[in-house]
């Protein structure tokens, strides 16, 4: 009457493979969110990994971040002349 408590493969044999972690709430955007932006009257395309030199923009810096000021460097287009690429 004093057996042990082995549960010999009843019940609990639930042994499926864990799931790979699911990265919770990462969406898929590229780098850390930060798009690129298309100059619509020339093409040029502002990449916020490349930042604009030209204009001592630092590398990193969102479209969002420029200042006003900032214009396109091809051709002069104000930053409402940009559209965000997808
Ligand atoms: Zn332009």
Redesign the pocket.
């Known amino acids: 009457m004093d057996a042990p408590h082995h549960e010999d493969g009843s019940g609990q044999g639930d042994a499926r493979a864990p799931l790979a972690p699911y990265n919770g709430g990462t969406n898929c955007e590229e780098g850390d969110g930060m798009s690129k932006w298309e ?1 619509t ?4 395309v502002y990449d916020p990994q490349v930042g604009d030199p030209s204009q001592g923009i630092q590398p990193g810096t969102a479209f969002e971040d420029l200042p006003d000021s900032w214009v ?6 104000p930053k409402d ?1 940009f559209e965000e690429l997808g």
């Open positions: 100059c009257v020339c093409g040029w396109c460097p091809e051709c002069g287009a002349m």
